[in-house]
């Protein structure tokens, strides 16, 4: 199993629409959770991070975290074509060498006209 | 504020060459990252220093691989001899914390896409 999984995609959705983007991790001891996106040809960065069960809101994107089902989730509302990018989950979780963030092989989301 | 600065931004080699590749952090961040990402994958980190120490090496190969931070700041990575699986894109980042269970907020360079052909 995965440390971090993502569904590879592509996602497609409509512009305005709600996309939704999951991952699961398999540490149960994991603390802290991050989404990232990445254009085609260009670096990741950082757009979200949550620590908490529930939901964290910031603009048009929303993160979802359920630890006792491991798993997080950002959803991005009125979705527009600038969203069209890779959209990275990233745990931090714990090896030898202390806290490590790992990432998942990232989820393509297209956002169509 | 400047960001994370990576040279070159392009390489081409032979296999068996050698490459390094040269990273400059934000000013003030003591944590600095290597990360490899192939296409179509996340980044793998390769090693984590704080400061001049390198806390996580564990995925690092170190039979072809090194890496130093002198002083703390700029750090190079160096591949000696290249294999034809060595392509893809070397990212580095930094951040001003890390180790801690809620340190993830990392600040990534342009990369460096090396070609081994």
């Known amino acids: 199993q995965k440390e971090v999984e993502q569904n590879s995609g592509p996602l497609s959705v409509p512009e305005g629409a709600i996309a939704s983007l999951n991952c699961t991790y398999s540490d149960r001891g994991s603390q802290s959770f991050f989404w990232y996106r990445q254009y085609s040809g260009k670096s990741p960065e950082l757009i979200m991070f949550?620590?908490?069960?529930g939901d964290k809101e910031d603009g048009r994107f929303t993160a979802q975290l359920n630890k006792a089902s491991q798993y997080v989730s950002l959803l991005i509302r009125d979705s527009q074509p600038s969203d069209s990018a890779t959209y990275l989950c990233a745990v931090n979780i714990l090896t030898g060498g202390g806290n490590k963030l790992t990432f998942g092989t990232g989820t393509q989301l297209k956002v169509e006209l | 504020e400047a960001g994370v600065v990576q040279s070159p931004r392009y390489k081409i080699i032979e296999k068996k060459q050698p490459v390094a590749f040269w990273c400059n952090p934000i000013s003030g961040h003591n944590t600095l990252y290597w990360y490899l990402q192939n296409l179509g994958q996340g980044p793998e980190l390769l090693i984590r220093y704080e400061n001049e120490e390198a806390v996580d090496d564990s995925q690092l190969p170190k039979d072809r691989f090194s890496a130093e931070r002198l002083k703390g700041v700029d750090s190079t990575l160096k591949i000696q001899p290249a294999e034809l699986g060595d392509s893809a894109v070397y990212l580095c980042?930094?951040?001003?914390?890390?180790?801690?269970?809620?340190?993830?907020?990392?600040?990534f360079g342009e990369g460096s896409r090396l070609t081994v052909l």
């Open positions: 980042a930094s951040s001003q914390i890390a180790g801690t269970s809620y340190s993830g907020e990392l600040f």
């Open positions: 949550i620590y908490s069960n």
